[in-house]
């Protein structure tokens, strides 16, 4: 019976490799450790019994500790690359004049080709907030001051 284990075990880890939780890896483990029992007893149930039993809590015992790397930020999107700068404060470097679709503006260290919000003019040195990307220009809004 002890390569009916072994084998399960191998099925186990190739789905682990297949899988991206850190969830069918124990079930392997499991097997191992069952395999070694059967050299013991030819019991199946008793066989069984230490196959789920042991996976139980090698899952349970390590659920909270893998939860701290796997699906890390699962649900949360990183900005990335020109998405970054959507809501930061951007200085205008060269009037933006949406009409003819010229204007730039200094944000983080970069220039970027901007418009106004509405199709609005923007004055050289007015501070503004990216708003959105489209295409390759930043939409921006003046910040008001209060």
Same mark, same amino acid.
């Given at each position: 019976?002890?390569? !009916?284990? &072994?084998? =399960?075990? +191998?099925? !186990?880890?190739?789905?682990e490799i297949i899988t991206t939780g850190? &969830?069918?890896?124990? #079930? +392997?483990? =499991? +097997? &191992?450790i069952?395999?070694?029992?059967?050299?013991?007893?030819? @019991? #199946?149930? $008793?066989?069984?019994t230490v196959? /789920?039993? &042991?996976? =139980?809590i090698l899952i349970l015992a390590t659920k909270p500790f893998v939860?701290?790397? /796997? %699906?890390? @930020?699962? %649900?949360?999107e990183e900005k990335t690359n020109a998405f970054? $700068? $959507? +809501?930061?404060? =951007?200085?205008?470097?060269?009037?933006i004049d949406s009409i003819n679709g010229v204007g730039q503006i200094k944000v983080d260290g970069e220039v970027w080709s901007a418009e106004g919000i509405d199709g609005s003019n923007i004055e050289k040195g007015t501070k503004v907030? $990216?708003?959105?990307?489209d295409g390759v220009k930043a939409i921006v809004a003046?910040?008001?001051?209060?």
């Open positions: 019976m002890w390569q !009916f284990w &072994l084998i =399960a075990s +191998g099925i !186990f880890f190739i789905a850190f &969830l069918v890896f124990w #079930l +392997g483990v =499991a +097997g &191992l069952t395999m070694c029992v059967s050299f013991f007893t030819d @019991n #199946l149930t $008793i066989q069984a196959f /789920v039993v &042991l996976s =139980a939860k701290k790397f /796997v %699906n890390k @930020n699962e %649900n949360t970054s $700068i $959507i +809501g930061k404060k =951007a200085i205008v470097i060269k009037d907030e $990216i708003t959105k990307i003046p910040i008001t001051q209060k």
